[in-house]
C-alpha cells in the first residue's frame, strides 16, 4: 500500500504598510507574523528588507516584487496571509494578489492598538485598514477569509486557533482541486441513490477514473498465491486486524483483490476510491472488501463502498482537514427516545481508527444470501466515543451545482448490540439536521471523521470551491 504523508502547508505572506502611519511597526509586525506561523510548523514564503522596505507592501512596484515571488514559489504556496501590523495599503494588497494569480486562500488578519499607545508614533489603525482591504479584495472579487476576531495579535490563541483553521481551509482546497478518484466497478443497480454527475464533478477539477470489476477479477485469476504483493498484503491485513476463525481461502482472495488495487491506484494515479461490493464480489469472488477499504483509509486513502463517489469526496474533505482517517457511515436507526441519537452504521469497512476493539467477521446481511462462507472481510466493532464531524456533498443535476452540509456532533459510549461497524452519535437539534436531508433529497450515507474540522471544510468549498452548503447548528 501506498504510504500517504500529509504535505506541510506553506503560507505566502503579505505585510501591509502605508508610509503616513508608523512604518516601524511593519517592520516589527512581519516578524511577529513569521515568527507566529513558523512556530506553529508551517512554512512561509514573504519578500525580505532586501527587497522592499522592511518586506512590507506599499507601492505597486513592492506588489509586483511580491507577486513576482509568490509567481516563482506557485507549487508550494498553498494560501496567503494578509498582516496588516498599521492601516496598510489596500491597492497594494489586492494588486499583489491579482498580479500573482495564485488562486489559493486568502486570511486577512489585523493587529490591534494597544490603549495607551494610539500616539502618532504608535498608532495602528489596522482595525480600520482591514475593513478598506477587505473592500478591494471584493471588488477585485478574489475571495478571501477572516479571523475569529476582527483584530488579533500574532502571538495570541485566538491567532494560532485562526491559523490552524486556515491551515485545514487549505488543505482541503488543495487536496479537492484537481483529484483523482478510483471508481471500481459499476453503482451496484440496487442503490439509486449513489447516483451523481461525473460532469460536475470534472468541472470542480475532480476526475474520476472507471476500472471494471472484471478487469480487476481478471488481474487476480492471474495472480498466484505466492506472488510478492500478494504475500505482502496478506501480511499487511493479519498484522491490521483480529482474524481469528477466518479460514486461509479467503484471506488470499483478500489479499490478492488489495494488491490488485494498490497496483491500479499506483498505474493511474488516483487517490481515492469507491467500490462495488454488494453483492458482486460476494456472488463472484467470495469475500467482502471491507478490510482492504478500512486498511486504505485508515492510511488516508479514503474508500467508499456502493461506488459512491460524492460519499467518498466528503470523506476526503474531512480528512484533508484533520489529517485523520474519515469514514462512510449510513444515518441507520434511531436510539430510543431521544431526538438528539442516532445510530451510525455499516456493515462494515470503518478505518481501524474508529474503533475500540475491532475484529475480521464475516458480512451478517449478505451472508444470508450467499452463504457466510463467502461474506468474510469485514471490521466489525463499536466506534469509540469522542468529538465528530460530519459532511455529505451531492451532485445537483438540476441546477448544475454541488450542494452538501456539514456539521459537528459527538459520538458517545452509548451501549449498542448489533452487527457491523457502529456508534451512537448525538447531534444537536439532530431532528432538523435530519429534516433538512429528507427534504433537500440528500443520501442516506454520510462522511464521518473523529474531529471538529467541520468550519474548515465549510469555508473551504463554499468560499473557494463555489459549492453550495449548509452548516447545520
Known amino acids: 500500500m501506498l504510504d500517504v504523508k500529509p504535505r506541510p502547508v506553506t503560507f505566502g505572506m503579505i505585510v501591509g504598510n502605508r508610509g503616513f502611519f508608523p512604518d516601524h511597526l511593519a517592520k516589527s509586525g512581519r516578524t511577529e507574523m513569521m515568527t507566529a506561523i513558523t512556530n506553529a510548523g508551517y512554512g512561509v514564503v514573504a519578500t525580505g528588507p532586501e527587497d522592499t522596505k522592511y518586506g512590507a507592501i506599499e507601492t505597486r512596484t513592492e506588489a509586483a516584487k511580491c507577486a513576482g515571488l509568490f509567481k516563482q514559489h506557485r507549487n508550494e504556496i498553498d494560501g496567503i496571509i494578509v498582516t496588516l501590523p498599521n492601516f496598510g495599503d489596500e491597492r497594494a494588497v489586492a494588486d499583489t494578489l491579482r498580479m500573482a494569480g495564485l488562486d489559493v486562500p486568502v486570511l486577512v488578519q489585523a493587529t490591534p492598538d494597544t490603549p495607551g499607545r494610539m500616539t502618532i508614533a504608535d498608532r495602528r489603525d489596522s482595525f480600520c485598514g482591514k475593513m478598506s482591504v477587505c473592500n478591494n479584495l471584493t471588488q477585485y472579487r ?25 491551515a485545514a481551509v487549505c488543505r482541503v ?87 490488485v488495487i494498490d497496483g491500479w491506484m499506483a498505474e493511474t494515479q488516483v487517490a481515492i476510491s469507491a467500490i462495488q461490493c454488494w453483492t458482486s464480489l460476494e456472488e463472484y469472488f467470495g469475500v467482502v472488501p471491507c478490510t482492504v477499504m478500512s486498511m486504505m483509509s485508515d492510511n488516508l486513502m479514503s474508500s467508499a463502498c456502493e461506488v459512491d463517489i460524492v460519499g467518498v469526496v ?63 472481510g469485514t471490521c466489525v466493532g463499536q466506534v469509540k466515543s469522542g468529538p465528530m464531524s460530519f459532511a455529505r ?29 457502529a456508534g451512537v452519535v448525538r447531534i444537536p437539534n439532530l431532528q432538523a439536521l435530519l429534516r433538512y436531508i429528507c427534504e433537500n433529497g440528500f443520501e442516506h450515507h454520510v462522511a464521518a471523521n473523529l474531529s471538529t474540522v467541520a468550519p474548515a471544510v465549510k469555508e473551504a468549498t463554499s468560499r473557494y470551491l463555489g459549492w453550495r452548503i449548509h452548516e447545520h447548528s
Not at 187 to 200: D, G, I, W
Open 142 to 166: 478574489i475571495p478571501y477569509s477572516l479571523t475569529t476576531r476582527h483584530t488579533e495579535t500574532p502571538d495570541s490563541d485566538f491567532f494560532k486557533a485562526d491559523l490552524d483553521w486556515f
Open 173 to 259: 482546497v488543495r487536496g479537492l482541486r484537481r483529484l483523482r478518484i478510483g471508481a471500481i466497478g459499476a453503482r451496484p443497480a440496487a442503490f439509486n441513490t449513489v447516483r451523481y454527475s461525473e460532469k460536475l464533478l470534472e468541472g470542480a477539477g475532480i476526475s474520476v477514473e472507471p476500472i471494471d470489476l472484471s478487469e480487476v477479477l481478471g488481474r487476480i485469476q492471474r495472480m498466484k498465491d505466492d506472488d510478492p504483493a500478494a504475500q505482502g498484503k496478506l501480511a499487511a491485513i493479519k498484522k491490521y486486524v483480529s482474524t481469528d476463525g477466518v479460514p486461509a481461502d479467503p484471506m488470499m482472495k483478500m489479499a490478492k483483490l488489495g494488491a
Open 393 to 421: 456533498f451531492s451532485t445537483n443535476d438540476r441546477e448544475g451545482t454541488i450542494d452538501g452540509y456539514v456539521g459537528s456532533g459527538e459520538f458517545t459510549d452509548d451501549p449498542l448490540t448489533t452487527f457491523g461497524g
Open 314 to 376: 466528503g470523506m476526503h474533505a474531512l480528512q484533508l482537514a484533520s489529517q485523520t482517517p474519515s469514514a462512510l457511515l449510513d444515518w441507520n436507526n434511531n436510539y430510543g427516545d431521544d431526538p438528539d441519537k442516532a445510530v451510525c452504521f455499516h456493515c462494515s469497512n470503518l478505518p481501524k481508527h474508529f474503533f475500540k476493539d475491532v475484529k475480521m467477521d464475516y458480512q451478517a446481511i449478505i451472508a444470508g444470501t450467499v452463504g457466510i462462507q463467502n461474506t468474510y
